[in-house]
């Protein structure tokens, strides 16, 4: 089903010119945005007009979204109230309740550097001093504090909603307020159940078309331990393996919330199996997930040295620890909006597996400035190397963007693209 939603609305897989020539127009569309620059953009929410500051690489980064309107109309209206709002994305939920609530202290939280920056921007555009930003993994930088509303925009899995329904219980305030919104084909109603196993007393407070807003009052001091237990609160513990990868085994350390977190996915060991690394080679793995590609391309790079970029917070940490168990010198991990935190760095190689989700979004304009940003980043003769599902069609793009695109290894799943930088422009 999700190739099938990609190919048809993202990049129409071409038959004959007609086809071919609606799908260069996409691409080339795409490919003339810019996606590293903030923008300042207006929203209408109820009665008022917003402004919040956005950009490409955050869910619903040009409008206000369904749930974030159902939980602005959700939140009490009471006075110094102290408001946490996880998933907070640019922003623009924060700003409404602040002019809802202007006595309010309001904290604001996301997983996703690219979010935290975009919500900082909109929180100074707003004059917002009594708002904070963080970064974080889960709950897991507030767990000291506590709130009256917690209001959380649904993510994409199920051990992560299962963490932040507990942790919203446990920093939640006697008689705090809990609100999760999400739509139906995400699986919003089962995760009221959880909320109710949890909370006893969930009900729906909101519904907006096939979104809706579960509400639940704090009531109960602790959570049953048996749920507890059945929940299976894992979610902030890591997990260690080895995965054998060109004849040598590598200690991998991961936890739920990064991609193939609880293994080496298929995708990611056709890659390395294909990956050309020479001993001074300055590598690039972008979107690094757990780790691996970093670290094996380290190794094979004993002189040179390995920077390992992702977004997202979890995938970072669990990166460092990773480089660390294998013993690595010569490695980095940093967060990155794709490659903007390394771009005055010149690499040899960049190698990646491609993502093309956001959140619980297919999004295809993130994958093509992984594409674009590879570009910008590689000395002249070196080359990108990337993994993708062999039904995304990315190759008019990299041919697009590099001059050239060769397939170095396809079968039945993945395909294995390899492209050499020529020259500096475009």
């Known amino acids: 089903m999700l190739g099938c939603i990609l190919c048809t609305i993202c990049m129409p897989i071409p038959t004959k010119g007609a086809h071919v020539r609606k799908r260069s127009r996409r691409t080339r569309r ?28 955050i869910a619903f980064w ?10 602005a109309d959700c939140v009490q209206l009471l006075p110094q109230q102290k408001v946490l709002c996880v998933g907070c994305r640019h922003g623009l939920l ?28 909109t929180v100074a555009l707003h004059g917002l001093s ?20 917690v209001l959380i925009n649904l993510p994409r899995g199920r051990a992560l909603v299962n963490q932040l329904i507990l942790d919203a219980f446990h920093v939640l305030n006697a ?45 109960a001091a602790d959570i049953p331990s048996h749920i507890v237990d059945e929940l299976n609160p894992a979610y902030y513990d890591y997990i260690e393996f080895d995965v054998p990868v060109r004849g040598r085994s590598y200690h991998i350390v991961s936890k739920p919330g990064i991609f193939s977190w609880d293994r080496l996915d298929a995708g990611t060991r056709t890659l390395l199996d294909h990956l ?31 920077y390992l970029v992702d977004a997202h917070v979890a995938a970072v940490n669990a990166s460092k620890r990773t480089i660390a168990a294998n013993n690595i010198t010569n490695a980095t991990a940093l967060l990155s909006d794709v490659a ?21 979004k297919t999004e295809y304009r993130v994958a093509l ?27 008019p793009f990299i041919t697009e963007t590099f001059g050239n695109c060769h397939t170095i290894f396809s079968d039945n799943r993945y395909k294995v693209l390899k492209a050499l930088k020529k020259s500096h422009g475009l």
Do not use: M
């Open 340 to 360: 903007s935190d390394v771009r005055h760095i010149a690499f040899d190689i960049v190698a990646t597996n491609l993502p093309f989700h956001l959140g619980i």
């Open 130 to 149: 009594q708002a904070k930003v963080l970064l974080s993994d889960a709950l897991w930088k507030v767990r000291d504090q506590r709130f009256d509303q």
């Open 94 to 121: 924060g700003a409404i309740i602040a002019d809802r609530l202007p006595d309010a202290e309001l904290w604001l939280l996301d997983s996703n550097v690219v979010a935290v920056r975009a919500a900082q921007r």
């Open 30 to 57: 795409l490919s003339t945005t810019d996606y590293h620059q903030f923008q300042v953009r207006e929203a209408t929410v109820g009665d008022r007009v917003f402004q919040f500051v956005s950009k490409p690489g």
């Open 276 to 306: 050309e690394i020479s001993e001074n080679d300055t590598i690039l793995d972008l979107g690094t997930g757990c780790g691996i590609i970093g670290v094996v391309a380290a190794t094979l790079a004993p002189r040179g040295h390995a």
């Open 369 to 395: 400035q992984f594409i674009k940003d590879a570009h910008a980043v590689l000395k002249v003769g070196g080359h990108l190397c990337l993994v993708a599902n062999r039904f995304l069609k990315y190759e």
């Open 175 to 219: 008689s705090g307020h809990l609100y999760l919104a999400g739509g139906n084909r995400e699986g919003i109603k089962s995760h009221a159940k959880t909320v109710d196993r949890v909370f006893g007393n969930a009900e729906v407070a909101r519904l907006g078309g096939r979104h809706r807003v579960i509400s639940a009052a704090k009531q």
């Open 62 to 71: 040009y409008r206000a979204d369904t749930d974030t309107q159902l939980l």
